[in-house]
């Protein structure tokens, strides 16, 4: 299994931006598509986004898409998700998970997880 430390969770005004990162280590991160998933307090993981190993193809909740944009750079072992336009209903912890080969969208599909970091979002 990969190792995965997720970072860049913090509390941001409504409109403003966050990078989130996740550096892999442990394995052949080449090898690993990657997903972003959340879960804000009552509520169940959600899906985010994932990324193809060799990031190509991406994929997106309706709920982020147009305003999230998931990028990895396998030189630097780490994926990244660039969050733009931030509200309220953005306010989760956000974690990081790591799948051998195939791009999933599930929770179920991925076995590596990171810890997560928090991101809250002010009104």
């Known amino acids: 299994q990969v190792q995965l430390v997720e970072s860049g969770g913090r509390l941001v005004q409504a409109g403003g931006s966050l990078r989130l990162s996740c550096a892999a280590s442990?394995?052949?991160?080449?090898?690993?598509?990657m997903g972003w998933f959340r879960q804000a307090p009552g509520k169940e993981r959600e899906f985010v986004s994932a990324?193809?190993?060799?990031?190509?193809?991406?994929y997106y909740a309706d709920s982020v898409k147009g305003r999230f944009t998931i990028s990895r750079d396998n030189a630097k072992n780490t994926v990244y998700l660039q969050m733009n336009s931030l509200n309220t209903e953005d306010t989760a912890v956000y974690y990081c998970a790591a799948r051998l080969w195939n791009i999933g969208t599930s929770r179920n599909d991925y076995n590596s997880w990171g810890q997560g970091t928090q991101v809250t979002v002010s009104s």
């Open positions: 442990g394995g052949t991160f080449s090898s690993f598509a």
């Open positions: 990324i193809d190993v060799r990031g190509i193809t991406t």
